[in-house]
């Protein structure tokens, strides 16, 4: 079955540092990627999405994540932390639901701390 | 963009409860998350052009709708304590992940 695996359900780094938030896939065919941003008590808001064109994608608020097969990997990176990108982190894959349907399949997250 | 309504709830073990979204304009297909606390969404179903196009690991309690105008609604009778999570619709463009927008969601609490 496809699968996201997020290394590290905690990440700390300081205001200004460089940001790493890894995405590990499981897919027998190349996937779309997803990774979303969650704020305190709010619903998920999409930072950028994979589907199969320029490897290296770019999202908002500064972010961008690098689709490597050979690696079935697709890190988030920002290389300057903001206080305000405090909050917790989801990387999906889309897979078959059946139907002809599509649904996302979520990693457990990572929680992102940014300290001053 | 999606709306979801209402923005809290607290129900008690054994009553049913309903809950709604509305899809963002030109959106036919609406797809429903569950997240329990400290956890990823889980996808419940999802609606595309008002009949249920897919299916994940629910219980027949967990049934939806969805209307003509493609805005859709939750229903889960016989609430359990673990039913308690945030409840997340997402609207997109015939069932096309590329597409999709998620609502603020819904917080139940099961007691």
């Known amino acids: 079955a496809q699968s996201v695996t997020q290394l590290g359900s905690h990440v700390s780094v300081s205001e200004g540092a460089l940001v790493l938030l890894r995405c590990n896939y499981s897919s027998s065919v190349p996937p779309y990627l997803f990774w979303y941003v969650q704020y305190p008590n709010q619903g998920l808001q999409l930072l950028l999405k994979?589907?199969?064109?320029?490897?290296l994608v770019k999202g908002i608020n500064g972010f961008e994540a690098e689709f490597k097969k050979s690696e079935t990997s697709f890190h988030l990176t920002k290389p300057s932390a903001h206080m305000s990108d405090a909050a917790e982190y989801f990387c999906a894959v889309s897979v078959s639901s059946g139907g002809g349907s599509e649904k996302l399949v979520f990693g457990k997250g990572t929680k992102l701390t940014v300290n001053p | 963009g999606v709306t979801q309504s209402p923005t809290h709830l607290i129900k008690t073990r054994g009553q049913q409860v309903t809950l709604r979204c509305s899809s963002q304009s030109g959106h036919n297909t609406v797809s429903w998350y569950q997240q329990a606390l400290g956890q990823g969404p889980q996808f419940i179903f999802q609606?595309?052009?008002?009949?249920?196009?897919g299916r994940g690991n629910f219980p027949p309690r967990f049934s939806g709708l969805q209307f003509p105008n493609y805005s859709s609604e939750l229903n889960v009778n016989a609430l359990e304590l673990d039913d308690s999570a945030l409840y997340l619709c997402?609207?997109?463009?015939?069932?096309?992940?590329?597409?999709?927008?998620f609502g603020p969601g819904t917080r139940l609490l099961v007691l």
């Open positions: 997402a609207s997109s463009i015939d069932h096309r992940q590329e597409t999709q927008y």
């Open positions: 994979y589907t199969s064109a320029a490897t």
């Open positions: 609606y595309y052009r008002k009949e249920e196009n």
